[in-house]
């Protein structure tokens, strides 16, 4: 009880405007026991007694007393080994913060996961979340693993990926086998997830380098480097954690550059319609609403303002 009066701060403004006048959990019949040695009204005549109610709050474990009043048997096997008669009212609040099955399965719709481990919970109760989720997914190649205590677990990913080049990577088609080098850019994916992203002067900063929301400085420093700077606060260290996620998962979204087969000479017609559909999608990606209008042109609507691009 002590922690929910120490940190109403923390609360609704519902509680905040009644703890301005009295405690919300100061109550009439209730109160916080301080320790096990102040608890006095114990035996037999505790759970005998119609009058008393036990109020059950959170999980219990298999095999304890607490679980077995949950079923409300006629009666109970108290720790001294005597038997005596349930009589009490008994009350199962759950105030659990984990999610149950459907804010679960929602979450798994959004995310769509090649494999889910189920890690935490009674042997039955994941048993059957394992059943559930099988019969959802039953569509989709998705591995589902409910693994013992101390059991390894192994998975496979798919590492071949696709990655969308500009410049002089388009300029020619590489060929089976051969390395293909260039620059991620980085600020435009920034820029998608921080509302405040500015360039830095590349004579300053010797290279590029751009600021996230004026408190992180992100530096390019080579090919295989980058580097971030922030003054350490609360709000800055959390940018910068971000920063760093972000950073390494590109890594897992945009792998190097895999050709699957050697190609003959294209004709100029054709690479002028392979350039052309490389500017479309990288189009796509910064704007999102790009269509092909007459004679070829791009025509680009942001916000309700629209732009014609010529070939």
């Known amino acids: 009880m002590a922690i929910y009066q120490t940190y109403i701060n923390s609360m609704n403004e519902r509680i905040h405007n009644q703890f301005a006048n009295s405690n919300p ?26 009058k008393n109610a036990c109020v059950i709050p959170a999980y219990v474990v298999e095999g304890t007393l607490a679980k077995t009043i949950i079923n409300e048997p006629k009666e109970v096997t108290l720790m001294n080994g005597l038997t005596a008669p349930l009589n009490i009212q008994v009350h199962y609040i759950s105030f659990s913060a984990h999610a149950d099955f459907a804010q679960i399965s929602t979450f798994l719709k959004e995310l769509m996961p090649p494999n889910i481990i189920l890690v935490h919970g009674e042997a039955n109760e994941m048993g059957r979340l394992k059943h559930k989720l099988i019969t959802q997914f039953v569509d989709r190649n998705t591995k589902i693993i409910s693994p013992k205590n101390c059991q390894s677990v192994e998975m496979y990913f798919n590492s071949v990926k696709m990655a969308k080049t500009i410049g002089r990577l388009v300029e020619k088609t590489p060929e089976v086998g051969e390395n293909v080098s260039g620059l991620l850019v980085l600020k435009h994916r920034l820029k998608q997830i921080f509302e ?32 971030l700077h922030w003054r350490s606060d609360p709000i800055s260290d959390m940018l910068s954690d971000s920063v760093v996620a ?61 732009a014609h691009l010529d070939k």
Do not use: M, W
């Open 25 to 50: 959990f100061d109550f009439k019949h209730i109160s916080p026991l301080k320790s096990v040695e102040n608890f006095n009204n114990v035996g037999p005549s505790v759970c005998s007694d119609k």
């Open 196 to 227: 405040s992203v500015e360039s830095l002067p590349d004579e300053e900063y010797e290279g590029p380098a751009f600021r996230v929301h004026e408190q992180l400085t992100v530096k390019y420093e080579s090919e295989k480097h980058i580097s």
């Open 246 to 306: 972000l950073v390494l998962n590109i890594s897992r979204e945009i792998p190097k550059v895999v050709v699957e087969s050697k190609e003959a000479t294209k004709t100029e017609e054709e690479n002028n319609k392979k350039a052309e559909k490389v500017i479309h999608e990288l189009l796509v990606s910064l704007f999102g609403d790009v269509k092909f209008g007459e004679n070829g042109k791009l025509v680009i609507s942001v916000d309700g303002n629209v």
